[in-house]
Structure formats: C-alpha cells, structure tokens
C-alpha cells in the first residue's frame, strides 16, 4: 500500500499538479470563461428549503483531461439579475465524482449518475453567501465569488482528476460535482447557468437573385436566436402578400442536387425548369423537412420545426428558404426568399438534477443543457 501510494505520488509530482497553485484554474463548462451564460436559477441558494444540486459537466465541456488535484471550487453569481443580499449561514455537502453517465443519459437517482470514487470534500460546512452590487453590464460576468474550499477534511485537498489512475479501465466520462443544501434561510440568490444559448444566423443570395412580390418587395426569412437539440427551431417571414399560403423548407447540407439537378436552380431563363418562368428567382436546397401555412393580412406568418434530441447535432448548421404563393409576382406564380444558415448552439454537454424540499430523497428532476458554472483550483 506505502508503495502505491509513493507510485501515486510521483505520478503526480511528474505531472506537476502536487501542489495547491501549481496548474491552472479551469473554468467549467469551459466555454462559459469570460462569457455570461444567458440563463439563471434561484436553486440551490435561493429557496428556504435544502435543496439537492447535482452538476454533470462531459469531458468536452472541460478545459483539462489529465490527472489532477483539485482544491476547492467557485462558483459564479448571475450578473444580469442585479443587486443580491449576504444570505447566512446555509449548511452544505458537497460531494464530487468521476462518471461514466454522460449528460443526455444523466438519471433522476443521483446516486446513479457518481462513479465508484465518489468522495466527499464539504461535511456540514456553514457557508455565507456574500452580498453583491449591481454591476456595470460592461464588466459582465461576476468574478467566481462563493468559494468552497476541500482543505477542510482531514487537512488535504482531494487527489482527484477526469482521468485518474486506472489500470486497464475506460476513462471516465463526465465530472460529476453534487452539493447538497442541508438548511438555508429564505432569500433570491441567482446562479449563473448555461441553458440558453446564441444561434448566430447568415444568409446567402445567388448574385443574379432578384425575386420579388408582385408589390415589389423581396421575402425576409429570419430564424429563432435559440436553437438547440431536442427543441425548435421557429421562422419568420415577412413581406408576404396578405393572407397568401407561404411554405418553409429546411436541409442540413447547403446544396447538392434536386431531382438530379444542382442548386441554386434558377426558376428563370428561356427555358424554365417548371415550364413558366420565375426570373430572378432560386430554389437552393434539397428539402430535409417541409411545413407550410398562411399568412396574416400585414403579410407576416412563422412556421416551426422540431430539432432531434441528439446532442451531435449541436455547433452545426441548418439551413431553410421561404417560398410563396403570389400569381401577380411573375409567370410561375411563386416566389422564393433567399437561403438563410443558422447554427444549432446547445444545449452544452452538461446536465442537472435537482431534489427540492426536506423530503427529496435519492431522486431529482433531470434538466439537460444546465448546471453551475464553477472555477476548480
């Protein structure tokens, strides 16, 4: 045992991560470092109840993937939601964990989302949650302000790490932080979390596209700023004829062919594809999904689609076009928008799940896409 624990010890002394101080602090999700995320939560500081507060955090979501010693942690107020008052004295567990559950897999029991070397750093501690100012939107986010710091048990910091040392065995696949509120006062406390997020959009027009209503305006397609798996993704279309039927479609590649001919196809020319002409108009996807409905009288309509809960599909893009139907715009009598891309932004590779009330027990309510953003050191 002396021996292994010598093996241990210069393992980690090879790696540099001995020593509080020696390596990086790590902000997790790391994603959110400097960023304030565009959710918040009163849970688990902000209720007169305990509360059960399990954060999973994937390993892509983390700025390290080597063996290390970990401290204590921060965590990080909202900024957004002003002004906070000192809350004392809360008592707090905090126990933390490699996984093998991954965060679109996280389970309601918490004791089935920790791995084998479950240990616990923060037995009974009284903690105050200082007060904070309203903040200049400039300097956004917080600085991590609540420490809780491990040193307090047995005297040492907890040797811990995503990737401990395991003969043989697969690396683990998440990091499992879980504090558990023993007792509170009442009082608002917000916590910044990740659950929203920011789908940057981008159109694209053929150069000779020039394909307008027969009022002589062009379609306006805009998308939803939130898009994530496992939610929707809602369109806007403006400057439609009023009440006229209007379709949106969708695609996951930008191009390629329809009906064995490549896009942009021009709905123009002297000889159209669909036999009347639609100058200046282009069809420029191959349809994934379709949907279709009318218009109001001030020519506006939204359509929206569901996106698969499959968290793959998160930092790609999805593309759509407008079409209508207006028999005063040209021949065809249709007309087309122009190709809009938006990127599908979350939800990051993390998960909560909490337990509210003394008689929570084992179990949570799992929300994807969520956790506390923390700083380890």
């Not at 759509?320 to 990127?343: E, K, P, W």
């Not at 990051?348 to 027990?361: D, E, S, Y």
Request: hydrophobic residues 45%.
């Amino acid at each position: 045992m002396m021996m292994q624990r010598q093996v241990f010890a210069a393992l980690l002394l090879g790696l540099g991560l001995c020593a509080k101080g020696l390596f990086a602090q790590a902000v997790i999700p790391q994603s959110l470092a400097g960023v304030e995320a565009r959710s918040s939560t009163r849970l688990p500081f902000g209720i007169a109840d305990p509360v059960r507060f399990q954060s999973i955090y994937e390993a892509a979501t983390l700025s390290f993937a080597d063996n290390r010693r970990i401290n204590g942690l921060r965590l990080r107020m909202d900024g957004e939601r002003g002004a906070m008052n000192s809350k004392q004295f809360l008592t707090i567990d905090v126990w933390i964990s490699t996984s093998y559950v991954e965060a679109s897999g996280a389970s309601e029991n918490f004791d089935q989302n920790h791995g084998n070397d479950r240990v616990k750093v923060l037995n009974f501690e009284k903690v105050v949650l200082p007060a904070l100012d309203l903040l200049d939107p400039a300097l956004l986010p917080r600085p991590f302000e609540l420490e809780l710091d491990f040193n307090r048990i047995n005297g040492h910091a907890t040797n811990y790490g995503l990737t401990p040392v395991r003969v043989g065995r697969e690396v683990p696949k998440s990091l499992v932080v879980d504090i558990h509120v023993l007792e509170q006062p009442g009082g608002a406390y917000w916590m910044d979390t990740p659950f929203m997020c920011t789908s940057p959009s981008q159109s694209f027009s053929d150069p000779l596209e020039n394909c307008l209503t027969g009022s002589g305006q062009a379609l306006q397609l805009t998308a939803s700023d939130d898009i994530r798996a496992g939610g929707a993704v809602t369109y806007e279309i403006r400057n439609l004829p009023a009440d006229a039927p209007f379709a949106v479609i969708i695609s996951s590649i930008p191009g390629g062919q329809i009906a064995g001919l490549p896009l942009p196809l021009h709905l123009g020319g002297p000889a159209p594809i669909l036999g009347l002409p639609a100058d200046g108009c282009f069809v420029y996807l191959n349809p994934l999904s379709v949907r279709s409905a009318a218009g109001d009288p001030a020519g506006f309509g939204t359509l929206s689609f569901t996106v698969p809960a499959d968290l793959n599909l998160v930092d790609q893009q999805v593309y759509a076009q407008a079409f209508c139907i207006d028999i005063s715009a040209n021949t065809l009598g249709i007309v087309t928008s122009h190709r809009l891309s938006s990127l599908i932004c979350g939800p990051l590779r993390v998960a909560r799940v909490v337990g509210t009330g003394p008689a929570f027990g084992g179990s949570g309510a799992v929300t994807l896409g969520a956790a506390l953003v923390m700083e380890l050191y």
